[in-house]
């Protein structure tokens, strides 16, 4: 069935470009280049990630030492029950 809406762009992923919060550090942009533009000082973040490192927290040190509170939930992987 023929449409006239445009195809969205596709990144590096092959996923279309759809307006999100989402970041995913490939198509829809940088977590740490969201964050830093988003943290104030005592602001309260709370994180819930499986993949954020040690190199992560450093790259974003100078803001995080800023904010008021940090909730931080990780998941360490293997199997769940």
Do not use: C, E, W
Not at 36 to 62: C, E, H, M, N, W
């Amino acid at each position: 069935m023929p449409t006239d809406a445009p195809t969205p762009p596709r990144g590096q992923t092959g996923q279309p470009h759809l307006p999100s919060g989402i970041r995913d550090n490939l198509d829809r942009g940088k977590v740490s280049d969201f964050l830093k533009t988003q943290i104030r000082p005592g602001t309260d973040l709370a994180i819930v990630s499986a993949y954020f490192t040690i190199y992560a927290y450093q790259q974003l040190q100078p803001q995080f030492d800023q904010i008021g509170h940090l909730r931080f939930l990780a998941h360490g992987g293997g199997a769940t029950g």
